[in-house]
């Protein structure tokens, strides 16, 4: 079984790239983040012409996620329990979708990004990953051998070369320890980052800004994970960056991960 996430960065733009990625991998699930777009403005049909079920969770064009399987899809959860609300009137914004796909319970996340340190954007950041976390470890005890991968933009650089320059980021968010704290709770609640052990550091990246010339300089950052339970993580073996899918015109600036189960 091979799980994806991607960044797709507007997935009507690259609905092409989305196919092609998912043949070119052999793929049974695809976990897509900014979406940016509404449910019903989402393109369906060339993902259920390839012999995909696709569920959406997107409320305009900001934001927004989807789960692409072929090996089924029930138990659809948009959003989780006590996720926080953000804006005025606050709204629970489309950045989390769970499904069972294959006997794997699997969320597709959109971390919010914090903005600037100390900004009302960033505390809703660490009090939805806060909350996340609670939910995960909550699963975790009502059943250790849970099957569960929790895998997307977590918006969160964990370790300093994770990026391409600290002091570039000095002062600024997803390199703060409150952030890294938030993101090793996820840790220390019993998940896995499954990736890292196949795509090993430093200086190994998932995203490249447009901008400066990033991507060519090779100035990014490691942002989107892969964490999976115990019981999920012991099945993993293999895990890559499709650095390939970042080159070429119209690219995300995302790269997708895949993770084989056996």
Known sequence: MRIATWNVNSVRAR??????????RGLDVLLLQETKCRDDQFPTMPL??????????GLNQWNGVAI????????????????????EPPVAEARALGASCGGVQVWSLYVP??????????????DWLARLRDNAAGWLEQDAQAQVVMAGDWNVAPQDDDVWDMAFFEGKTHV?????????????AGYADVVRPYAPGPKVYTYWDYQQLRFPKKQGMRI???????????RVTD??????E???KGASDHAPLVVTLD
Do not use: C, W
């Open 15 to 24: 609905i092409d790239r989305v196919a092609a990625l998912l043949e070119r």
């Open 48 to 57: 259920v012409e390839l012999g995909y079920e696709v569920a959406t969770h």
């Open 68 to 87: 692409i399987s072929r090996v089924g899809l029930k138990d659809v959860q948009r959003g989780f329990p006590q996720m926080p609300e953000y804006g």
């Open 113 to 126: 990004n914090g903005r600037e340190v100390d900004h009302a954007h960033y505390h809703y950041k660490l």
């Open 176 to 188: 703060t320890a409150p952030e890294r704290a938030a993101f090793q709770a996820m840790i220390d």
């Open 224 to 234: 989107d994970f892969a964490l999976a339970s115990p019981a999920l993580a012991a």
């Open 239 to 244: 895990a890559m960056i499709d650095r390939e």
């Open 246 to 248: 970042r080159k070429g």
